[in-house]
């Protein structure tokens, strides 16, 4: 953890993150004058280069933040829609009862390009070289991969050199995938970026610039390549080929905006978080749950009890059963009941000794309804996942890599931000852009009625899910973590550590997480595990023992495996601190 004070001469703010050169970028801006939007944007470009398998310019990004001068929070929209032929008659047509999760099928505009960009030109101070050319250096010159992009790459070697060929020239070079720690250039992306900056800088005024270079992206050549692209078929986790939906005016009609913040309160802290679109209410709900329980939740040396865990659990099933029902991109989501004191004592009376094994979503406003095929998808193809963080195989099938970064300044401007998509292993490379588009589209069911239906230009409800802390009604933290499903999961175990425990940031990040498989992944093949959770062993045996005499399917996941957190603060007297996850060994805080 680091801290400083703003009154000192020379600070300039914090800035953690999951991987180190993002960190690092994102605070050699703030040393150079920049504000917290300005390196934020520039940390987010550097992490499309250094985690290429958890991040990319064709994905999104949602994050919330507060200004010095405005410290109501809100929501960075950067989510694109579904394309307007994304219907599901289209789906029908060929066969399919579930949208693929890898391949062209499952593509939505690409939002993080607009996303970030909408956020430098009202917040930030730079300009779109100022903050671009770290990740172009990079890009340009070469980055050390780590052993985690090597093994992805790996994994699909056979589908990039027979299937993704475009992807093969850039993800193997020499014929064979790179080796870890060893540098690994991008140059086509560095061309691309170079020319969206070329574009922009033929206007003058920064604003102006920034704004040319979002019409360049959704309406000039990467609108174009993207349309040209989609018109050819790939094999997908379909075992099939397809033809992508995305056309160029679909990333025409499209741009990132931003909302009002959901925002509830718990004792003297508040919890900040996107809407229904994304799952960020399920972390609402299990705190609101789990604040009934607070005379029965403990640590003892920064280790939870055994209730603590089964209780958290518990609450979790309830939550996410009422994300499979009623969340979705609509503007009928009952979240006023979802909630609501009455609601939430209702379903917090849910709870008892034993662990449950059904899904079992809440009627907030008439019968709730869950998709048919639940049923059917119960262990269906679960890979490899048992630590919880995303899955692949070898044709693509990706369960939703993901990165965090947090940033706050001297003056008080603060950002939470979770981009992902467009990773480099689930769809294949644009060859004239140098990247691939994103497969969010998975996450839609085919069914229809469903608050969560694929429908043409809608988002899908994602699970990417930044979070903010209010504190006396001041902004004082945020913090959020990669992981799917599970980042309303692991965020519940920081919130509980961290408000309830009282450990500091790093205390409740490295504090023992856990979570739970019990209800619908929202990454195809859609699969869940009734009853089972799974734990760093760091809780300790007699903890999980009797964690399985509840009744619960325990899965030890090793001792440092679950979540990739990390965290920065800003209190009344203006201290700042930053924390990052030890998991993995690539999340970096730092600051002056």
């Known amino acids: 953890m680091f801290t400083t004070r703003p009154e000192l001469k020379g600070t300039f703010g914090m800035v953690a993150s999951t991987h180190w050169l993002a960190s690092s970028a994102g605070m050699a801006v703030l040393e150079n004058g920049g504000n917290a939007f300005d390196a934020a944007v520039a940390a987010g470009f550097v992490l499309q280069v250094a985690e290429p398998h958890m991040c990319g310019p064709g994905g999104q990004v949602p994050g919330i933040f507060v200004t010095a001068k405005d410290r109501t929070p809100r929501v960075l929209a950067g989510q694109g829609v579904s394309p307007a032929a994304a219907t599901p008659e289209h789906f029908a047509g060929l066969g399919l009862d579930l949208i693929p999760g890898s391949g062209l099928l499952p593509a939505t505009v690409p939002g993080a390009w607009d996303g970030w960009l909408l956020l430098l030109r009202d917040h930030g101070t730079k300009s779109l070289r100022d903050v671009l050319q770290y990740a172009i250096g990079y890009a340009r010159n070469g980055i050390p991969l780590s052993a985690p992009v090597v093994e992805k790459i790996e994994t699909v070697e056979q589908l990039f050199r027979e299937h993704w060929t475009s992807s093969a020239e850039l993800w193997l070079p020499g014929g064979k995938p790179p080796v870890a720690g060893e540098l690994h250039r991008y140059p086509v992306l560095a061309d691309t970026w170079e020319r969206l900056i070329a574009e922009a800088e033929s206007v003058s005024g920064r604003e102006a610039q920034i704004d040319a270079a979002r019409r360049a992206w959704s309406e000039g050549f990467i609108a174009e390549a993207v349309d040209s692209f989609c018109r050819k078929a790939f094999l997908d986790d379909s075992r099939r080929e397809h033809a992508g939906l995305l056309t160029g005016e679909d990333l025409a009609s499209w741009e990132a905006t931003y909302e009002d913040a959901l925002i509830v309160d718990v004792g003297e802290w508040s919890l900040v978080k996107a809407g229904a679109w994304t799952q960020g209410p399920a972390l609402a709900q299990q705190v609101l749950m789990l604040d009934g329980f607070r005379d029965e939740l403990s640590y003892v040396d920064g280790i939870p009890s055994a209730r603590t865990v089964h209780l958290a659990v518990e609450c979790a099933k309830l939550a996410f059963a009422d994300r499979e029902a009623w969340y979705g991109d609509t503007g009928e989501v009952p979240l006023d009941v979802l909630l609501s004191k009455a609601y939430t004592d209702a379903r917090r009376a849910l709870v008892t000794d034993e662990a449950s094994g059904e899904l079992r979503p809440g009627d907030a406003r008439g019968a709730a309804k869950l998709p048919a095929i639940l049923d059917e998808l119960k262990g269906r193809g679960t890979g490899s996942g048992a630590v919880g963080e995303p899955t692949l195989e070898e044709l693509g099938l990706n369960r939703g890599d993901t990165v965090h970064l947090d940033v706050v300044d001297a003056a008080g401007n603060m950002v939470s931000l979770t981009p992902s998509g467009g990773w480099l292993q689930s769809s294949p490379t644009i060859p004239e852009l140098g990247f691939c588009l994103d497969s969010r589209g998975q996450m839609f069911w085919l069914e229809q009625g469903l608050p969560n239906s694929l429908q043409p230009r809608k988002r899908p409800r994602i699970t990417l899910s930044p979070s903010m802390a209010l504190r006396h009604g001041e902004p ?45 992944s929202s990454f195809y093949p859609r699969s869940w595990t009734p009853g089972e959770i ?46 990052a996850n030890p998991r993995g060994m690539q999340g970096y805080a730092v600051g002056r």
């Open 476 to 520: 004082v933290v945020a913090f959020g973590t990669p992981g799917g499903d599970q980042q309303d999961q692991w965020q519940t175990c920081f919130w509980l550590a961290h408000t309830v425990a009282g450990l500091n940031l790093q205390e409740a990040i490295d504090a023992p997480a856990w979570h739970t498989s019990a209800f619908p």
């Open 534 to 579: 799974l734990v760093e062993s760091r809780l300790g045996k007699s903890t999980m023992d009797e964690l399985a005499a509840r009744g619960h399917q325990v899965v030890d996941a090793g001792p440092w495996n679950l979540g990739r957190l990390s965290a920065v603060s800003r209190t009344g007297d203006g201290l700042l601190r930053a924390a």
